[in-house]
């Protein structure tokens, strides 16, 4: 065991920080070449990120120039590190124009950005693991709040790309004059995204980016089942994939309530078993909407009584079935319903056959 920890604090010097000098050089002769590869690399990497010191130099330098609206260019990069006094500390002009010329492909460029940010990823992790092991050896009086201080040091390396960082008033003014453009030229009525309740929608103008919406309300109120609704009528509706995570209902309580929602069905009748005619809780008079018993009961062969108001319904179209002895079928119309302010579910009716085992379901195309 001693030799062990003798290994673990020996430093090992022939150990190089992982990095990768060709996709920094390619990221800088990208930009020297392509406006739009400037766009997409200085999202994901900072000067900070690039191993070798003189590429961040002339990474912050090309970012400055791209700023000011000015031709980003090998000749324009010579020139400002020059004005700035750093031009043979970073290379010399022939540095620069290797940078162009050794480019494999500025369309490539965001790949090259995201290789640089990984490196960068394990070299802060590895320099926190060693300030982490520094802490553990130093024997401290409270090695709880050591504890909590290395949990941070972990946080911040993983959330590095998510600090809020001050940003000057140009950047800002920016980015709002890009945004009003894109309110005023968009198709939909709502700025974000729609809930499919046309009130909420007026008031919040859809679901904003970044916006954390709290809904609450006293128990039983409908706060569960609001909150599926959004949901899917965002995924169906809008087409916008979604996650939904829930402390209080299971998956499959959740797959049933969508499933109510696109059949029409009141959640609290399938889970009370009380939609069958036929359910023990329905009684033998009871209709496929589980209402309270009929006068007339049902004749044997559980064919419905002459004079009965189902019969009086206008046939059904063929291809749509008929109802079996001992079984009952909620009707294929009208489809599924909307409350007030809900869009319309985009799916085809479904059927439901229900008996005293339980329930199947199929969905219909809407073409039949």
């Known amino acids: 065991m001693a030799t062990r920890a003798d290994d673990v604090r020996r430093l090992r010097p022939e150990r190089v920080p992982p990095h990768n000098l060709e996709a920094e050089e390619s990221v800088l002769g990208a930009m020297m070449l392509s406006t739009e590869a400037i766009a997409d690399v200085v999202e994901v990497v900072k000067p900070e990120d690039f191993y070798k010191s003189a590429n961040g130099t002339i990474f912050d330098t090309l970012r400055g120039i791209y700023a000011r609206g000015?031709?980003?260019?090998?000749?324009?990069?010579?020139?400002?590190?020059?004005?700035?006094?750093?031009?043979?500390?970073?290379?010399?002009?022939?540095?620069?124009?290797?940078?162009?010329?050794?480019?494999?492909?500025?369309?490539?460029?965001?790949?090259?950005?995201?290789?640089?940010?990984?490196?960068?990823?394990?070299?802060?992790?590895?320099?926190?693991?060693?300030?982490?092991?520094?802490?553990?050896?130093?024997?401290?009086?409270?090695?709880?709040?050591?504890?909590?201080?290395?949990?941070?040091?972990?946080?911040?390396?993983?959330?590095?790309?998510?600090?809020?960082?001050?940003?000057?008033?140009?950047?800002?003014?920016?980015?709002?004059?890009?945004?009003?453009?894109?309110?005023?030229?968009?198709?939909?009525?709502?700025?974000?995204?729609?809930?499919?309740?046309?009130?909420?929608?007026?008031?919040?103008?859809?679901?904003?980016?970044?916006?954390?919406?709290?809904?609450?309300?006293?128990?039983?109120?409908?706060?569960?089942?609001?909150?599926?609704?959004?949901?899917?009528?965002?995924?169906?509706?809008?087409?916008?994939?979604v996650a939904m995570f829930s402390l209080e209902m299971s998956r499959w309580e959740i797959g049933m309530r969508l499933l109510c929602g696109e059949a029409g069905v009141p959640w609290d009748r399938i889970r009370g078993r009380r939609v069958a005619a036929l359910s023990p809780e329905a009684g033998?008079?009871?209709?496929?909407?589980?209402?309270?018993?009929?006068?007339?009961?049902?004749?044997?062969?559980?064919?419905?009584?002459?004079?009965?108001?189902?019969?009086?319904?206008?046939?059904?179209?063929?291809?749509?079935?008929?109802?079996?002895p001992g079984h009952c079928r909620l009707p294929a119309e009208p489809g599924p319903r909307a409350t007030a302010g809900q869009a319309p579910p985009a799916f085809g009716p479904a059927r439901i056959w229900c008996n005293r085992t339980g329930f199947r379901r199929r969905h219909v195309h809407p073409s039949r």
């Open 70 to 241: 000015d031709p980003v260019d090998a000749i324009t990069a010579v020139e400002d590190l020059r004005r700035r006094g750093v031009l043979e500390q970073v290379g010399g002009h022939l540095y620069i124009h290797e940078l162009v010329e050794q480019v494999p492909t500025p369309a490539a460029a965001g790949n090259y950005a995201r290789i640089v940010a990984q490196h960068a990823l394990l070299r802060r992790l590895i320099q926190a693991a060693g300030d982490i092991m520094e802490m553990g050896y130093s024997a401290p009086e409270d090695p709880e709040r050591v504890a909590d201080e290395a949990e941070q040091r972990i946080y911040d390396v993983a959330r590095h790309g998510e600090k809020d960082q001050v940003a000057s008033l140009r950047e800002l003014v920016d980015q709002a004059m890009t945004d009003l453009e894109q309110i005023q030229n968009r198709e939909s009525a709502f700025a974000g995204l729609p809930t499919g309740f046309r009130d909420l929608d007026e008031l919040l103008s859809g679901l904003q980016s970044g916006n954390l919406v709290i809904v609450a309300a006293r128990p039983g109120v409908g706060k569960s089942s609001f909150a599926t609704n959004v949901a899917r009528n965002a995924a169906v509706e809008s087409r916008v994939p």
């Open 284 to 324: 033998p008079g009871a209709d496929h909407r589980g209402l309270p018993p009929t006068d007339v009961a049902p004749p044997k062969g559980g064919q419905p009584p002459a004079g009965d108001r189902r019969d009086q319904q206008e046939p059904q179209a063929p291809g749509q079935g008929a109802e079996d």
